[in-house]
Each structure stands twice: as C-alpha cells, then as structure tokens.
C-alpha cells in the first residue's frame, strides 16, 4: 500500500541530487574549521540570512538552544510565546542546560505586540526579579498554524525588545516558508533579529541539518556552545552538501507545498464534523478540529488506510504537506478522510 505521509516535513527525502552531492562533496574536519562543503554552505547561508557568520548544527532544537545560551546567561529570562516549539517541545532545555527561565506570552496568532513585549520586559531596578536578557519569535508559527508574521509586526515586537535592551532571537525553523508566502528574502525577516536559527531538513528536504546565524562573536560562542553540547561533527560536508543544493534549488518549490496545503485545507473544511481555520492555512501547514470523532482514533483509522498524519490534541490534527506529497496525494488524502468521516 503506498503511504502518504502527512506527519511533517521533516519526513521528506532528499532530492536525487542531493544524494549525488553527498556523495562527490570535497569534505574535512569541521571542529578544525576546515571542510571545504560546509564552509561554502555557511557562507550561502549567512548570506540568505543577511548575518555576518554562520554554524551548522545538527537539529533546529540544538541551534535554538544555542541561540538562547548566547543571548542569555544563567539565572536571566529569555521571553517566548507560550506555543513556541522553544517553550513547548524543546524538552525544557533552556532550564536544564542554559539555567534560563522561560517567560511564555500568550499570544492570539503567535505574533507578540510591541505592548505584549514591554510588559513581559521585568523592571531592572528590582533585586527580586529575574533580568529579562532577550526574546525568541518563532517564523512561521508552528502551532498557530504555520502563519506568518507580517513583516511590519516582526520589526515592531523587535524594535520593542531591542529598545528594552534585549537580545532578538528567531526560530527561524520555517524562515524559508515565510520568506516565500511573504514573497520577501529570507534577509529581510531576520533582519529583526540579532540570531537566527533555520531548518534544512523541514520543507528544504535535506536529511540532517540546520543552520546558526548571527554576528561573528555569537558564532565564536555558538561555536564553544556546539562542543559542549557534543553537536561538533567532523566530515559534515556530507550533509552540507545537501545542504547547498537545497538553498539553491528547493525554496522556491515552497510555493507548491503551501497551494498543496490551501487545497487539503479547503477539502477538510467541507467534510462533516470538520473545523479549519483557513485563514491560518498560509504556509504548509494545516491544523484541523474533529467534532464526531477523537483525534488519535482518528489517525489510527488514517493509518490504516495508508494516510499517516499527527494529532496534537484529543480533538485537533495537524497534517502537513511537503516535497514527498504532490496534488493527487492531497486528493487521495482528502477521500481517505471523507471515507473515514461519513462512515
Ligand atoms: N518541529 C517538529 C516537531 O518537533 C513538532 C515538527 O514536526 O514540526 N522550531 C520549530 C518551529 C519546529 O517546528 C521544529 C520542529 C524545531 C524548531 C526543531 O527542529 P528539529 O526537529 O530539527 O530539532
């Protein structure tokens, strides 16, 4: 039976040039600082991010929490949504390895306002209270939906926190996906922000990677953090070169996998007993209540059709499209579900 696999885009697998590229690349000792692969991916990157130096790190769960290490210190706060994957599904590794609180923000649609911001912000002149050293946003917003930040709001929280003296880091896990539906660069998003994570192997389809950006100094310090975390890898070129070809030739192929989501997220709505919010149905992500039947049940039943998706709670779905699904997938998928539903 062939599968469908909606769980996430890290699912995807990597192009039949990337797998040739991986092969072929000219590779050395990455701790050293010398493989020539990886170099030349940093220097792409840091360039789409509009950021002086970058790392390569291992997950976008690594590169954050070395975001947060370097732009807070043990004891300080960092501020973060309250359904950030930082907050919610980073198994509480801003405590347990950087001895940084979180402060989570309650945010509608996961954008934070220049207010929202200020307030979270603790008065500096109180000796009880935790310092407020920096923010983390997250762009696209995973858990509202895969939406995106216009780009004025971004600048706004950003220059709240820049004026409060905070550090600005960006989970930039989907930065790609944003920078395509905002048809703006990837540059002019991470412009609000002094770090920034992004994924390789989410919509980019690369097997293993993501990538650290910021200033030179923050890359010294990420790449000290990197080590203590055992993420300094040796020949990595092997991945980088993935890596390479994905920036070259997989962003603008976003675009395919969020109409592909816009089209699965239209045909859910209409089904019986089916909620979706398609206004937050921007990027290739879609979240989805379920009124008749639980949600785990639900993907338990999919599974068995051959249709793998993720439940996020006992009512809520999310599916996700990506490389590996193309428009007849999304039809399949859409028929497995009214099969299911109007049983
Ligand atoms: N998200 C995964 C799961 O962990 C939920 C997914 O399937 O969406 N930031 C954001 C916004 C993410 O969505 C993710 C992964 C990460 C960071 C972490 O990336 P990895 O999985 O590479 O550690």
């Given at each position: 039976m062939a599968v469908i696999d909606l769980r996430s885009d890290t699912v995807a697998m990597p192009s039949p040039e990337m797998r040739q590229a991986m092969v072929t690349a000219p590779l050395g000792d990455d701790v050293f600082g010398d493989d020539p692969t990886t170099n030349k991916l940093l220097e792409v990157a840091a360039e789409r991010m509009g950021k002086a130096a970058a790392m390569f790190v291992p997950s976008g769960t690594m590169g954050n929490l070395i975001g947060i290490a370097v732009n807070a210190r043990s004891g300080e706060e960092l501020i973060a949504d309250a359904d950030s994957h930082a907050f919610y599904y980073e198994t509480g590794g801003a405590a347990a390895v950087c001895g940084v609180q979180i402060r989570p923000v309650a945010t509608e649609r996961g954008v934070m306002s220049p207010r929202q911001v200020e307030e979270a912000v603790r008065p500096r002149d109180d000796p009880h209270q935790p310092i407020t050293a920096a923010i983390t946003f997250e762009n696209t917003h995973n858990r509202h939906?895969?939406?995106?930040?216009?780009?004025?709001?971004?600048?706004?929280?950003?220059?709240?926190?820049?004026?409060q003296g905070l550090r600005v880091h960006l989970d930039g896990a989907r930065i790609f996906n944003a920078a395509v539906a905002l048809g703006v660069s990837a540059a002019k998003i991470a412009a609000a922000a002094d770090t920034v994570t992004f994924c390789l192997s989410k919509g980019l389809a690369c097997p293993v990677g993501s990538i650290f950006c910021g200033s030179e100094d923050d890359v010294d310090q990420a790449r000290r953090w990197r080590k203590r975390l055992g993420g300094g890898m040796r020949q990595v070129g092997v991945l980088a070169a993935a890596g390479l070809i994905a920036l070259d030739h997989m962003v603008d192929r976003l675009a395919e996998d969020h109409s592909n989501a816009h089209t699965l997220a239209e045909g859910l709505a209409e089904l019986p007993g089916v909620r979706c919010d398609l206004s937050r149905v921007q990027t290739n992500l879609v979240f989805f209540d379920l009124d008749t039947v639980p949600a785990p049940a639900f993907t338990d039943e999919c599974a068995r059709r051959g249709l793998l998706g993720d439940w996020v709670d006992q009512h809520r779905m999310r599916f996700v499209t990506h490389y590996g699904v193309d428009a007849e997938d999304v039809q399949s998928a859409l028929k497995i579900c009214e099969e299911i539903l109007s049983a």
């Open positions: 939906g895969g939406i995106v930040w216009p780009l004025e709001d971004l600048r706004a929280a950003s220059d709240a926190a820049h004026s």
